[in-house]
């Protein structure tokens, strides 16, 4: 490992010698990464959400009207799946509705519940020492989103019909902000976002789309704080990602 990886591991708090405290919001795992497809029983079962059935058109076609103010109403009297009856606060998500990155989680735990917003416990640190070592800030040109505005009861997998409701709000977070790239953080939020089953073996390391958006994957920090080996693999995905976001605005440039 060269001086320089790490240095820029020790700022992200991604140094083999870190050991996490306390945790008192258990996330759910991810399986790592191996070559080749991992072990039928590292793979979480996750189900892409279905496409929207036509009961569901009208309430898909006044989410995507609303602008902030009105989505912002619109996710803090959901009730449109059971996870409304026992939540504390909704977790729209934070940052800057300009932001050229959106960064995608699964969904809110004990912390974010209470609090309202996204990624506020430890790994919420960790995510702010990743984009730190990139040169982000949270609310500076970032944008956190969940792909679910409520806590699941013990932080269980999104079930697909609570995925499926909360879908247009998270949609229509994507439409306002337009973003020049979305980081996918961890399966769950992959997987829904592209509609499609995958393990993240086999997901990292490749540029893929969200409705014309570049999207790419990495692992989730509340993983990364339980499996020490993959926060290397994570920094590789970050150095990608700004890669990527180099190229785009190259385009840019070069066009205009």
Same mark, same amino acid.
């Given at each position: 490992?060269?001086?320089?990886?790490?240095?820029?591991?020790?700022?992200?708090?991604?140094?083999? /010698?870190?050991?996490?405290?306390?945790?008192?919001?258990?996330?759910?795992?991810?399986?790592?990464?191996?070559?080749?497809?991992?072990?039928?029983?590292?793979?979480?079962?996750?189900?892409?959400?279905? !496409?929207?059935? !036509? *009961?569901?058109?009208?309430?898909?076609?006044?989410?995507? /009207?609303?602008?902030?103010?009105?989505?912002?109403?619109?996710?803090?009297?959901?009730?449109?799946? +059971? %996870?409304?009856?026992?939540?504390?606060?909704?977790?729209?998500?934070?940052?800057?509705?300009?932001?050229?990155?959106?960064?995608? *989680?699964?969904?809110?735990?004990?912390?974010?519940?209470?609090?309202?917003?996204?990624?506020?416990?430890?790994?919420?640190?960790?995510?702010?020492?990743?984009?730190?070592?990139?040169?982000?800030?949270?609310?500076?040109?970032?944008?956190?989103?969940?792909?679910?505005?409520?806590?699941?009861?013990?932080? /269980?997998?999104?079930?697909?019909?609570?995925?499926?409701?909360?879908?247009?709000?998270?949609?229509?977070?994507?439409?306002?902000?337009?973003?020049?790239?979305?980081?996918?953080?961890?399966?769950?939020?992959?997987?829904?976002?592209?509609?499609?089953?995958? !393990?993240?073996?086999?997901?990292?390391?490749?540029?893929?789309?969200?409705?014309?958006?570049?999207?790419?994957?990495?692992?989730?920090?509340?993983?990364? %704080?339980?499996?020490?080996?993959?926060?290397?693999?994570?920094?590789?995905? %970050?150095?990608?990602?700004?890669?990527?976001?180099?190229?785009?605005?190259?385009?840019?440039?070069? +066009?205009?």
């Amino acid at each position: 490992m060269s001086r320089r990886r790490d240095e820029m591991l020790k700022e992200m708090g991604l140094s083999p /010698r870190w050991r996490l405290r306390a945790r008192t919001d258990a996330a759910p795992a991810e399986e790592g990464v191996t070559p080749g497809p991992p072990p039928a029983a590292e793979e979480r079962a996750v189900t892409p959400h279905p !496409s929207p059935v !036509s *009961g569901t058109d009208d309430r898909r076609a006044r989410i995507m /009207r609303m602008d902030w103010p009105a989505l912002k109403a619109c996710v803090a009297a959901c009730t449109a799946c +059971s %996870l409304h009856e026992k939540r504390n606060k909704t977790v729209f998500g934070v940052g800057d509705e300009n932001a050229d990155w959106l960064f995608v *989680g699964e969904g809110p735990g004990a912390e974010e519940d209470a609090q309202g917003e996204p990624f506020v416990g430890q790994a919420g640190k960790l995510l702010d020492n990743m984009l730190a070592a990139i040169k982000l800030k949270r609310g500076q040109n970032v944008f956190i989103a969940n792909v679910l505005k409520c806590r699941p009861p013990g932080n /269980r997998n999104p079930a697909p019909e609570e995925a499926l409701a909360c879908e247009p709000h998270l949609q229509r977070q994507i439409e306002l902000i337009q973003p020049k790239l979305i980081v996918a953080l961890g399966r769950v939020a992959a997987v829904n976002l592209l509609a499609r089953e995958a !393990s993240i073996a086999s997901l990292r390391g490749r540029l893929h789309q969200y409705r014309g958006i570049p999207l790419i994957v990495t692992y989730h920090p509340a993983y990364l %704080l339980r499996n020490l080996p993959d926060k290397a693999k994570a920094w590789a995905d %970050l150095c990608f990602a700004v890669a990527t976001m180099k190229g785009l605005e190259n385009r840019v440039s070069a +066009s205009t």
